[in-house]
C-alpha cells in the first residue's frame, strides 16, 4: 500500500471525500473507497498516513504553523489547520513526522536552520535582531531561551568556538565608566549591553554583589528600588505560574507592579532556574496564560491611554523629543532651555521612565496609525524620525502587543494596509489575474494576500464597493 500513498500524496485534495477519491482513484487506478478503508481499518488512518508521508517529505519546514503554512501555499500541500483537524493538535503532529526527537529538539533543530539560512546576520545579538524584526524571524532571546547563550548558536552554525570575554572587577569598571550615560536602571543597561556586547547585569551582579553597587563605585546616583527576598519572589512566582515565561514576564509584570526578570535573576541565578523549579517549560504557552496576556495587554493600553488623556497637551509638546527621553541627564539641559518638564516631573506625572515612554510611543502610534503595520512603519519611521519596530519592541517585549493596542488585532493593520493599496490602484482591481500582474510589476501585494485575509477575492471587492466577480456554481 506504500504505492498508493505515494500517489496520493500528489494531490491531497483527493482525500477530502469519497466522490474525490472515487474520481482520482479511477485516474490513477488506485483502489476503491471502501477497499481503502479496509485495508487501513478506516478512511482517517489512510488520510493520517498520507499527511504524514507529505509532511515527511517536507520535515525541515514542519516546525511551526506560520512557518509551514508559508511553505504549505507555495506547493499547494495541507495547512497547519489540517494537521490539527486529523491529529488532535499541532505538536501531536509534528513529533510523528520528526521521529525519535523531544518537542524540545524540535524547536532547536528549528532554530538552527533558521540561524543556517542567515549566518551573515548572528555577528551580534543588535544586528540579529534587526534582521529577524524586519524578516519575521525567531530574535535572539529566542535562542538564549533554547540555548543558554548567544554564543553557543554561533558556535552550532558555524563550527567554530567562539571566545568568551572574561571581565576582571577593574576591567569592568574600565568598561562602564566608558558607558556611564547607560547605567540608569537594570533594564536601560541590559538592553545597552546586549547591543554593544558589553558586560551583562549578571556579570556586573556576579562581581559587585549588586548593579547599584557598582554605581556608586562609579559616583553615580543610586536608584531606590524595592528589593525583594528570595522567599518573597518565589511566592510571586508560584502565584502567577501560569505567565512565568520570559516573553511574556516582564509585560506582565511592569503591568501590575511585579518583579522583573532581573530580581528572579539575582536572587536564584537565572530565570530558567525558577521555571525549573516550578516544572515549567518556556515558550509553552497555555490557554489560561495567553487569554490572562491579552487582558494584561488591554490593561497597560488603559492605564497608557488614561495618562496621555491627562497629560495630553504636555505629550503633545514632548513628543517631538522622544528620542532625549532616555535619561535625566539628556533631558534636563535641553528642558530647561525650551521650557519645558523636568524629568522629574515627568517621572512623578507618569510613575516611571518606562511608563513615560510607553505613553509617548502609543501617541506616536494612535496618531500615525494608518502607516503602523508590520510592512510600512520602518520606513515611514525613518522618514519621519519616529521610533522603529525594534525600539517598540525592546519597550513592549513585543510588536504584536503594541499592534494589539493600536488596532485591536495585528490582522486588522494589515487589512487596512492592502484596502488602501487597492484604492490607490483600484482601476486595476479587476479580476485575480489582472491584479496579480499589475501588483507584481509594482511591488504590491498579492492577490493571494487580499484572498488570506479577506477570506476570498469577492469579499475584497464587497469591501471596496466594487462589482462582484461571477462565481460559478457547478
Known amino acids: 500500500m506504500k504505492n498508493v500513498i505515494l500517489i496520493a500524496a500528489r494531490d491531497y485534495l483527493c482525500l477530502k471525500n469519497k466522490e474525490n477519491w472515487e474520481r482520482y482513484a479511477g485516474e490513477h487506478g488506485l483502489p476503491e473507497y471502501e477497499t481503502i478503508k479496509s485495508k487501513f481499518k478506516s478512511w482517517k488512518q489512510f488520510k493520517k498516513e498520507v499527511y504524514l508521508f507529505i509532511a515527511k517529505n517536507h520535515k525541515d519546514y514542519f516546525y511551526t504553523p506560520k512557518y509551514w503554512d508559508h511553505h504549505a501555499k507555495e506547493n499547494q500541500l495541507p495547512e497547519a489547520k489540517n494537521y490539527r483537524a486529523l491529529f488532535g493538535n499541532w505538536k501531536a503532529a509534528q513529533v510523528l513526522v ?4 523531544t518537542l524540545d529538539e524540535i524547536k532547536r533543530k528549528f532554530l538552527v536552520s533558521i540561524a543556517k539560512k542567515y549566518p551573515q546576520h548572528l555577528q551580534s545579538q543588535k544586528e540579529w535582531d534587526e534582521f529577524a524584526e524586519k524578516n519575521d524571524l525567531p530574535i535572539s532571546a529566542t535562542f538564549k531561551n533554547h540555548f543558554s547563550k548567544w554564543n553557543m548558536v554561533i558556535e552550532l552554525v558555524t563550527g567554530e568556538k567562539v571566545k568568551e570575554k572574561r571581565y576582571t572587577k577593574e576591567g569592568i569598571l574600565q568598561v562602564l565608566s566608558e558607558h556611564k550615560p547607560y547605567l540608569i536602571t537594570q533594564e536601560t543597561w541590559k538592553q545597552y549591553a546586549q547591543q554593544y556586547d558589553l558586560p551583562s547585569v549578571n556579570t556586573i551582579v556576579k562581581h559587585f554583589g549588586s548593579f547599584n553597587a557598582v554605581k ?3 559616583s553615580l546616583n543610586k536608584i531606590q528600588k524595592r528589593e525583594f527576598i528570595k ?7 508560584q502565584e502567577h505560574k501560569e505567565m512565568f515565561h520570559l ?6 509584570a511592569t503591568t501590575y507592579q511585579l518583579p522583573t526578570e532581573t530580581a528572579f535573576i539575582n536572587h536564584f541565578g537565572s530565570f530558567k532556574a525558577v521555571q525549573d523549579k516550578l516544572g515549567m517549560s518556556e515558550g509553552e504557552c497555555f490557554e489560561k496564560s495567553l487569554k490572562r496576556m491579552e487582558i494584561t495587554v488591554e490593561t497597560k493600553k488603559k492605564v497608557l491611554l488614561d495618562l496621555i488623556q491627562a497629560n495630553q497637551k504636555m505629550i503633545e509638546t514632548i513628543t517631538g523629543h522622544w528620542n532625549l527621553l532616555e535619561s535625566k541627564r539628556q533631558w534636563d539641559p535641553f528642558a530647561e532651555e525650551q521650557s519645558l518638564p523636568s524629568y522629574n516631573l515627568l517621572l512623578s506625572l507618569f510613575g516611571s521612565k518606562k511608563q513615560i515612554k510607553q505613553a509617548i510611543f502609543l501617541f506616536i502610534a494612535l496618531q500615525n496609525k494608518e502607516f503602523f503595520n508590520n510592512t510600512e512603519w520602518d520606513n515611514y519611521a525613518k522618514l519621519n524620525q519616529l521610533p522603529m519596530k525594534t525600539q517598540y519592541y525592546n519597550l513592549f517585549s513585543s510588536w504584536k502587543w503594541i499592534q494589539q493596542m493600536v488596532w485591536g488585532d495585528k490582522k486588522e493593520s494589515k487589512k487596512a494596509y492592502l484596502l488602501r493599496k487597492a484604492k490607490e490602484n483600484i482601476e486595476h482591481f479587476t479580476t485575480y489575474k489582472e491584479w496579480n500582474e499589475h501588483a507584481s510589476t509594482f511591488s504590491l501585494p498579492s492577490a493571494s494576500q ?9 469579499e475584497v471587492k464587497k469591501e471596496l464597493g466594487l462589482k462582484l466577480n461571477r462565481v460559478n456554481v457547478s
Open 450 to 458: 487580499y484572498e488570506f485575509y479577506f477570506g476570498s477575492w469577492n
Open 216 to 218: 556608586q563605585k562609579l
Open 231 to 237: 522567599e518573597e519572589l518565589w511566592n510571586i512566582a
Open 98 to 101: 520528526h521521529e525519535d526527537l
Open 247 to 252: 516573553s511574556i514576564w516582564n509585560f506582565y
